[in-house]
Each structure stands twice: as C-alpha cells, then as structure tokens.
C-alpha cells in the first residue's frame, strides 16, 4: 500500500512538475518568458512551449492583436484664433515590439494606452494650435489627422527608447464648442432665428393689411357700381311706369282723380288704430264718396 501511495504520488508530483514547465501560447497574444525579473525569450508563435518551473522562470502573456484608444479627455484645446474647442479622437494600435514594449513602456496593455493618450493628447493640441475652426471642419480635418498620427510616430519609435508599439490610424470622430460657447452660440442662434421670424411675421402683417384694404376698397366699388346701375335701373321703371300711369291717367281724368284718392285712403287708413278728425260733409278728402264714385261724376 506504501508502494501504490508512493508511485502515486512520484506521479503527481511528475505532472504538477510538467504543468509548471509547459505553456500554450494563443495565436493572439505574445509570451514573454523571464528569469529572475530577466526577459529569456519571447514567443510569437502559437503553440505548446517549454520554460523552468517557478521560481526559475515565469511566462506573462501580451495582447498582440489591434487595440483601439478612445479619448477620455475632455479639456478643451485652443485653436489658432483662440476659440476652446473639445474634440473625440480615437487610435487605432498594436504592440509590434514586445520586448522593448515591456523595457521602455510596461508589462502590459494599460501601460502602454496610458502613455499613448498623453502623446496622442500633445500631438493634437499643438496641430490644432496651428489651424482654425473652419479647417478643422473642413477638407484640411484629413491633413490634421496625417499630421498627428505623424507626431506620434516619432514620439513612440524615435528616441534612445522606443515602444515598440505601430500607430496604424488617428481619427477625429467629434469637433465641438466648450458647453459655455456652445450654450452661447445657441442663444445667438435663437435669437437670429426670433429675428428673421418676426421680420417675416411683421412682413406678412403688412401684406396682409394691404390685401385686406384693397379688398375692402373693391368691394366699396363693386357695391358703389351695384348702387349706381340699381339706381339707373329703378329710375328708369320708375320712368317708364310714370309714363304708362300718365298716358292711362290722360285718356281718363276722372278715373285718375278716382284711383289717386284710393291710394291716399289706402294710405290713410292703412292700420286700424288710425284716426282721422274729418268732416265728410265740407272736407275735399270724402268728395270721392260723397260723389259716389268714378261712376257717379260720369253721370
């Protein structure tokens, strides 16, 4: 029994030993093998790989892959007319040099995107120094990439210690005012557009008087016109029926006599609370009465 424990242990202890000296390395990361704090090797290639059991040597593992660095920054820089500015940038980069990687810049990923932010932060500020709002907005925006990512190359590969790191692309994804210009510019904004639309509402109200008194003058004259030709009209009826009543009244005197009194009785007497103080016998107004009529004066 001490024989099968003791095999089984000496066996153990073999694959414990294995497991510490035997690594894999994935296909998207470097493995860095140190001695007593010493870079040994670094392995590029994926696969199995061998190193000495701890403490003699120790593996740490580098992202190999295409990181990207976004701004967190949000201090305004100054532009060549003196105007503050917040711009979003972001980098796109990869660790190509592991071992002077880990020498001038870290052991792993954050170092390296901590001191690339500030370089990347300089580089911005002093090219945008040199250039207006306008071409930051502008076609130049593409020269003003070029030129940063530029400056950063020479920062991380220039030098006694270089990173060991490739800058494959700089890119601006916001140019923005600072709140308190941005706030104002909106104001002024506001202000312009308050402007124009009263402009425009005092414009229309003044059409609109215009239309409205031109309206008003014409139909003044439809209804002056209308007026007139009614008038012209009636008096021309009132012309004609003189005429008519004057050739009928002439063939007989009499009946014309006859026919006014019955108008003026019929006006006299057109309601019933009328009242009359007349004496029938001596008034001229009853003589139609009195005569018995048209027919009477004939006879």
């Given amino acids: 029994m001490n024989r099968v424990g003791f095999f089984a242990s000496f066996i153990f202890a ?59 920054d949000t201090e305004p820089m100054l532009t060549a007319e003196k105007q503050r500015v917040v711009i979003d940038w972001y980098v796109r980069w990869r660790i190509s040099e592991p071992t002077e990687y880990i020498r001038n810049v870290g052991l792993d990923e954050n170092a390296g995107a901590t001191q690339l932010n500030r370089v990347v932060r300089n580089a911005f500020q002093e090219e945008i120094n040199k250039r207006t709002v306008k071409e930051l907005l502008s076609s130049k925006r593409e020269q003003l990439m070029a030129d940063v990512k530029r400056e950063v190359l020479e920062s991380v590969r220039g030098g006694a210690k270089p990173w060991g790191v490739d800058v494959v692309d700089v890119r601006i994804t916001r140019v ?57 009209v009636k008096g021309e009826g009132d012309a004609e029926a003189a005429r008519i009543y004057a050739e009928a009244f002439g063939r007989d005197p009499q009946f014309a006599q006859f026919y006014r009194s019955l108008d003026a009785y019929k006006a006299s007497f057109s309601k019933k609370s009328d009242v009359l103080l007349l004496d029938p016998n001596s008034s001229e107004f009853f003589k139609v009465f009195r005569g018995g009529g048209a027919g009477a004066s004939r006879h």
Wanted: aromatic residues 8%.
């Fill in 176 to 232: 923005d005012y600072v709140e308190s210009i941005t706030e104002s510019v909106y104001r002024r904004m506001e202000a312009e557009r308050k402007r124009v639309a009263n402009e425009l509402r005092s414009t229309g109200a003044a059409e609109g008087e215009k239309i409205r008194a031109d309206a008003d003058r014409q139909r003044e004259i439809t209804i002056a016109n209308a007026y007139r030709d009614a008038q012209k």
């Fill in 14 to 72: 073999l694959l414990a030993l294995a497991n510490s000296m035997l690594f894999v390395v994935d296909q998207r990361q470097f493995g860095v093998v140190y001695a007593l704090g010493q870079i040994k090797e670094v392995i590029t290639e994926p696969g199995l790989s061998f190193k000495l059991p701890p403490p003699f040597q120790n593996v740490s593992y580098i992202d190999k892959r295409l990181l990207t660095l976004d701004s967190t």
